[in-house]
């Protein structure tokens, strides 16, 4: 099936630092992607829907000046966190349709911690 | 209320065990219906989905729709150690953002040897 490779899978940052989420879609293009964040014993939330050449679709409450997402290509997708404080520390996950189906692909997901 | 309400559990059943699974949701519009399994630290994997109402068996794993009552339900039988896992119930239809999915809180299962 289709594959979305996240990396890094964890990174720690000091506060006020950026801190960027790549994901690949390896073996198919992906021209949406969603980003999800999950905090602990919680479901994932929807924070923002990327389109390839296009400007992202950020949920309420989400500060698109804050979580810089860019869609560049069909086969990658970034988040960057940008000034991240502790609060940020989270779960980040990437998701894409498959193609020929209504599935969606998930990326391994990427553990935050702000210090 | 929120779309999606899943029990997050914990749940913890014996070997062997049949295991029921549910969400409800509140927005009728959903017509997809996928159950998804998350390992700690992980991304998650799909599991089963089903289209509008009705019932789908894949080996040991039966998903169940009922629109009429907005519940879906997924049956494990005869559980395994290598079940323990979260379970993500996940919707899409129309919403604001496009096709993509609304999940649950997720329910932690737990079996034990």
């Known amino acids: 099936g289709a594959v979305v490779s996240q990396h890094p899978s964890w990174v720690i940052c000091k506060s006020g630092t950026s801190v960027k989420i790549e994901c690949r879609s390896l073996d198919f293009q992906a021209t949406t992607m969603f980003w999800y964040r999950q905090f602990p014993k919680q479901s994932l939330m929807l924070m923002a829907t990327?389109?390839?050449?296009?400007?992202?679709?950020?949920e309420q409450g989400v500060e698109k000046d804050k979580f810089l997402i860019n869609h560049a290509s069909l086969t990658l997708s970034t988040l960057t966190v940008t000034s991240a404080h502790p609060e940020d520390s989270s779960f980040y996950i990437c998701?894409?349709?498959?193609?020929?189906?209504?599935?969606?692909?998930f990326g391994s997901g990427t553990r935050l911690t702000v210090v | 209320q929120k779309e999606v309400e899943q029990d997050p559990g914990p749940l913890s059943v014996p070997e062997g065990a049949i295991v029921s699974l549910n969400c409800t949701y509140s927005n009728s519009a959903f017509q997809y219906f996928m159950w998804y399994r998350q390992y700690s630290r992980k991304g998650p994997e799909l599991l089963m989905y089903?289209?509008?109402?009705g019932n789908k068996e894949d080996g040991r794993f039966t998903a169940q729709v009922d629109k009429s009552s907005k519940y879906i339900s997924l049956f494990i039988r005869d559980s395994q150690p290598s079940d323990s896992a979260t379970y993500l119930c996940a919707m899409s239809g129309n919403s604001n953002s496009g096709y993509a999915l609304n999940f649950g809180k997720g329910t932690s299962l737990l079996v034990t040897p």
């Open positions: 998701s894409a349709p498959e193609p020929g189906t209504w599935g969606y692909t």
């Open positions: 990327s389109n390839e050449g296009s400007k992202a679709t950020y």
């Open positions: 089903t289209y509008s109402s």
